[in-house]
């Protein structure tokens, strides 16, 4: 039996300092810098002959400069605490072969569409992305590689104003500097009344974007 963790929960668990929670169906990402193809691929397969990785959603993604891994349990919307184990575990594969981890590289976009009636709305999207259905309000890949999808309910129609915007999730240490770096590139905030969770802003043009953080 599993404990269910939200994502401030995981980020304040001991041992978990590589990682940080992201949303996407709730996710813990690291990022560990490699500075080769082949110091990549030793981590991998130290990572593969992990006992605990057996049967538990464990996403790597090698990549010339580094590998970002992904950890998330069959649980609806949330973590565990084997997903802290893990996360130690992988550190410490990480450490042995003298690779240290980013946090601030991590993200987590999801695309979010405003819908009046999301039941008619959301099975148009299922069908053309081949997502899988989570709950009443989010589809994400099956792969769990691309965007994930969230369906935001709406009261009223909203004339010559977008329906369609962009969640970008962050490491909640990393927020405030996202957002003083999106301002400063010509942005503005359009709401901070959910803020720390997330602030909604706009670029110069008025298409807007949630910077959040999850939990």
Known sequence: MTDQLNGKQ???????????????????????????????????QAISELPSVAGHHVDVDLRPDGVIVRLSTKIPGGLSDQDVEIAR??????????????????????????????????????????????????????????????????DAERPQRNRIHIDVYVPRDQAEARLAAALAAGGRVVSDAHAPEWWTLADPEGNEADLAIWG
């Open 89 to 154: 575990e992988i550190s410490a594969a990480a450490r042995g072969l003298g690779l240290a981890a980013d946090p601030s590289a991590v993200v987590h976009v999801q695309v979010a569409i405003d819908a009046l009636d999301i039941a008619k709305v959301r099975p148009f999207w299922r069908a053309v992305l081949g997502y899988d259905e989570v709950d009443d309000a989010d589809l994400l890949d099956p792969h769990r590689s691309q965007p994930s999808f969230w369906f935001q309910q709406m």
């Open 10 to 44: 995981f980020d304040e668990s001991a041992g978990a300092e590589d990682w940080r929670a992201l949303w996407g169906g709730g996710r813990a990402s690291a990022y560990f810098r490699t500075g080769s193809f082949g110091s990549g691929a030793a981590l991998v």
